[in-house]
């Protein structure tokens, strides 16, 4: 972003570098700066460029950094944080962020953190992971445990939902969205069953599965 990168480690150091030098231009440990626990297994989420500032998904429901200086500007609290790197929506002509956290999908201002609703999430260890799929006014969330739900956003309204558990459960990575259908890895990453599958985002609908990478790294063993 403009001829800085900025980078989040798992034990919460936030870093700007110089793109061209390598050179740290500043640098903050989150844990020490804003007391949020870190979560069970590290800070996952990259950090968002929105405008003068990044957000992180840092604390109960998000924390904006001034990308200049790497001062504070809010923050959400010290509980544990989700994995996933926040999204950028708007909402009635307001910049907001969707913040997949430890326990909901947080919807919020950009410009103070102020919260304008949450959707309850809750999965085995917290482990909300794979990034909100934005499509309109449709939001796409999925988790390995509790496969995949579409919301119809309602602006600054908490959102309704079009269906759920339907769809695919990813574990990690989040699915590529193209001509209104979703590909993606279905199932816990750590055990079968699993595959890759393409579903109809409006309607969750599988409309195809191939067996996946298990039975791949079965079949290269042999």
């Known amino acids: 972003?403009?001829?800085?990168?900025?980078t989040l480690g798992k034990r919460g150091q936030l870093f700007r570098f110089d793109a061209a030098s390598g050179k740290v231009e500043w640098e903050l440990t989150l844990t020490n700066v804003l007391g949020v626990w870190k979560p069970r297994w590290g800070f996952a989420g990259s950090p968002l460029v929105a405008g003068d500032r990044?957000?992180?998904?840092?604390?109960?429901?998000?924390?904006?950094?001034?990308?200049?200086?790497?001062?504070?500007?809010?923050?959400?609290?010290?509980?544990?944080?989700?994995?996933?790197?926040?999204?950028?929506v708007t909402l009635e002509g307001?910049?907001?962020?969707?913040?997949?956290?430890?326990?909901?999908?947080?919807?919020?201002?950009?410009?103070?953190?102020?919260?304008?609703?949450?959707?309850?999430?809750?999965?085995?260890?917290?482990?909300?992971?794979?990034?909100p799929i934005v499509a309109g006014d449709l939001v796409y969330v999925s988790s390995f445990d509790r496969s995949g739900t579409l919301l119809r956003l309602r602006g600054r309204q908490p959102p309704e939902i079009v269906y759920e558990r339907q769809g695919i459960a990813n574990h990690f990575n989040s699915c590529v969205l193209l001509d209104g259908l979703l590909y993606g890895i279905d199932g816990n990453s750590d055990a079968p069953p699993k595959d890759l599958r393409c579903?109809?985002?409006?309607?969750?609908?599988?409309?195809?599965?191939?067996e996946g990478p298990l039975a791949y790294r079965r079949s290269c063993a042999h």
């Open 54 to 88: 990044l957000i992180l998904n840092a604390g109960a429901a998000g924390t904006a950094i001034e990308k200049a200086t790497g001062r504070v500007l809010w923050s959400s609290g010290t509980n544990a944080a989700g994995y996933a790197t926040p999204v950028p």
């Open 199 to 210: 579903v109809d985002l409006r309607t969750g609908k599988v409309k195809w599965t191939q």
């Open 94 to 131: 307001t910049p907001c962020a969707l913040i997949f956290a430890a326990k909901a999908l947080v919807a919020v201002q950009l410009s103070d953190g102020h919260e304008l609703w949450r959707v309850p999430w809750i999965t085995k260890w917290d482990l909300n992971t794979a990034d």
């Open 1 to 6: 972003d403009g001829g800085q990168v900025y």
